[in-house]
């Protein structure tokens, strides 16, 4: 089961919402920061949903505003695929990788430059998702939300500490 269908089913388990109060909740979770979650896709997969019976459109509102609540049915698969996930390693994929595997390609100039200018980017994304990180919980954020912010800040800085030593094996001519 995809990340967005355990995310749009679990924030339904604490009851109806339309497309909208969907989208905020995950927001407020900062899925910006770790989930490759495409909020225009929610208002799809609510109507995927309801027709698959796992939600019901409980009120047609005014505005075109469907409210969505959850089935028994998927309640059941929420938690098939929440455990699932729990359970399954499947390895991250990152389009740096890519850029990783070819970087033979560059100059040693390109390449530093390329560097460089992703530990900046990396820095920055740290210092944002470090200040997001509490700031979640004055808008009522659980405290349990930090932790996915915290295990991405981790992630980041892992790869900014290889990023920084590698561009000085680059610079001495041991990469690529």
Sequence with gaps: MSSTRI???????????????VRRRLELMGTHHWANLA????????????????????????GGKTVYGLTDIGRAEFMRG?????WEIKPIVDPFQV????MDRL??????SAMEA??????????????????????????HIDECLRLNILQLRAQLTW??????????????
């Design 7 to 21: 995310l749009i089913l679990g924030v339904l388990l604490d009851g109806p919402l339309h497309g909208y109060e």
């Design 99 to 102: 850029a990783l595997t070819f």
């Design 107 to 112: 100059s040693q100039a390109e390449l530093t």
């Design 82 to 86: 929440l455990l699932g996930h729990w």
């Design 163 to 176: 990023v920084e030593e590698a561009v000085g094996r680059v610079r001495k001519g041991e990469l690529p």
């Design 39 to 62: 909020y225009g896709s929610i208002y799809h997969g609510l109507g995927k949903m309801a027709d698959e019976g796992l939600l019901d459109r409980v009120e047609e509102g005014k």
């Design 118 to 143: 992703r530990a900046a980017q990396l820095r920055f994304s740290v210092e944002m998702v470090t200040r997001a990180m509490g700031g979640k919980q004055a808008y009522g954020a659980p405290p």
